[in-house]
């Protein structure tokens, strides 16, 4: 059995890649809705603006959905409409006082839009079956709506064309409720003329936006990004992703980062979750049922200080493997005295960043947005002459760690990272009982990558290996 000896090496040489733009964000669509309803954001027990609030977290994007037409909200509390435009050109001001980019997520819909409901707005049902017109009718709705808004300053940074649009895009009612339906011609333009109404918009206004694609799930975007392409929707510079672990496990955060780092490779597009949460607690504080209902092994049971680490766990996963960002869906959505179609108070209190009693959490999941994802590593220098070294087994992919250990319960992390410096996984090492620490960590990575060991905050040492 052939084994590769390595001697160990300092983290001197190694370095993170700092990436051009980074974002991390918030969908903050529910805030104004929330404010009618009465409901009064705090810190420390002092009333703050929430925009203020998630800004001086670090948010650098606020996320907004936009509705053609959402009449459904007529009957509904006080019969205000929120997520239409007027709406959102008052959360647009706010989020650009506040000094946040925007993303404007055109639904393309009078109600939510999903991976099993894209519905077509009634303003366009009469010509659902005729793309050519259906077409334009999306090209002068999304073409109008960026100049409206460039005339009053409130043009946004970044136009998602669509949402979670695994399915085809503006379905009849009945073709809707037949269950999966993709006509990829059909998709394809009525995609392309959303796209060509951004792009034109921005050349009228010399003022440049990004285009996104957004769908549900990572483990579809490979196929689904395969059609675009096959089908000639190319025109765009994101990928957007919804990443939730109650509704896409078994895939992890690790998997997640692979296939962000696939499909940037692939298709050389930016990549960036667009859509996810994590509860930090299984208690509800109205009758509206709750949408999320699980946690993950190793970030349970549902805490604030889970939550806070499942998102930056993830969101240092998407920045090591070049991903522009990660937007949070809703942190500001708790309960109050309102109505939704289903129910009295908020669907996602329990995954929101404030307490029950609308207090910001203290090292809760806000603190995600602002952590230094650069610099996030909090190893320290290794001892001069730290005599450790590392063996692996190609044949039985066992990567062994000799040298001392004090005790048979002593433990140390082995971080695996690209030769940039990137972290890829980690793996704990526990001492074999005769002086030397032992492990085994089974991989499918191929090349070469560099593995340091970590006891109590000190590197041990490191070392390249080629898988």
Same mark, same amino acid.
């Given at each position: ?21 980074? *974002? ?18 705090? #810190? ?102 960026? *100049? ?23 379905? %009849? ?58 089908? +000639? ?43 996810? +949460? ?5 208690? %509800? ?90 610099? %996030? ?34 433990? #140390? ?43 109590? +905050? ?10």
């Amino acid at each position: 059995m052939r084994v590769l000896i390595l001697v160990l090496a300092t983290l001197s040489n190694l370095c993170l890649t700092a990436q051009s733009e980074f *974002l991390t964000g918030a969908d903050l669509s529910y805030v104004n809705e929330m404010e009618d309803c009465g409901v009064t954001y705090k #810190v420390d027990n002092e009333e703050k603006d929430p925009y203020e609030i998630f800004a001086d977290a670090g948010t650098g994007m606020v996320r907004l959905r936009l509705w053609h037409t959402p009449a459904w909200y007529d009957t509904l509390n006080a019969g205000r409409r929120y997520s239409d435009l007027n709406d959102v050109k008052k959360s647009i001001g706010r989020a650009k006082a506040a000094g946040m980019q925007v993303l404007l997520d055109f639904h393309l819909t009078d109600f939510w839009a999903d991976p099993s409901r894209q519905i077509v707005p009634a303003a366009w049902a009469e010509v659902v079956d005729d793309t050519e017109v259906l077409g334009d009718s999306v090209y002068n709705y999304v073409n109008s709506t960026l *100049l409206e808004l460039h005339a009053e300053g409130l043009l946004p940074d970044m136009v998602q064309v669509g949402n979670e649009t695994n399915k085809g895009i503006l379905q %009849s009612e009945v073709a809707d409720a037949s269950g999966f339906v993709l006509d990829w011609p059909r998709n394809a333009a009525l995609f392309n003329r959303g796209i060509k109404a951004v792009r034109d918009a921005s050349a009228e206004a010399e003022t440049p936006i990004k285009v996104a694609l957004h769908v549900a799930g990572p483990e579809n975007a490979g196929w689904l990004f395969a059609g675009f392409k096959e089908h +000639g929707v190319t025109d765009f510079d994101v990928i957007g992703l919804s990443y939730y672990w109650a509704w896409h496990q078994p895939t992890t955060i690790q998997r997640t980062g692979q296939i962000i780092a696939d499909l940037k490779r692939t298709y050389s597009k930016e990549v960036m979750i667009f859509e996810t +949460g994590y509860i930090w607690t299984m208690d %509800s504080n109205d009758s509206a049922d709750n949408i999320i209902g699980s946690v993950q092994s190793g970030y349970a049971p549902a805490t604030t200080e889970n939550q806070r680490q499942w998102l930056i766990d993830l969101t240092q996963e998407v920045y090591d493997r070049g991903g522009l960002g990660v937007l949070y869906w809703e942190p500001a959505w708790v309960s109050s005295t309102c109505f939704t179609p289903w129910g009295q108070g908020s669907h996602q209190e329990h995954a929101a960043f404030f307490d029950f009693d609308t207090n910001l959490h203290e090292r809760g999941g806000a603190d995600f947005l602002g952590y230094d994802y650069q610099n %996030s590593t909090s190893v320290t220098t290794p001892a001069d002459g730290a005599p450790y070294r590392f063996t692996y087994q190609p044949e039985v992919r066992d990567i062994w760690m000799m040298g001392p250990s004090e005790n048979s319960a002593q433990a #140390v992390e082995l971080l695996i990272t690209d030769t940039l410096g990137r972290r890829i996984e980690s793996v704990t090492l526990t001492a074999r009982g005769d002086g030397a620490f032992a492990g085994r960590y089974r991989t499918d990575l191929r090349g070469t990558f560099v593995v340091t060991a970590v006891l109590e +905050g000190q590197v041990l040492g490191s070392g390249l290996l080629i898988f």
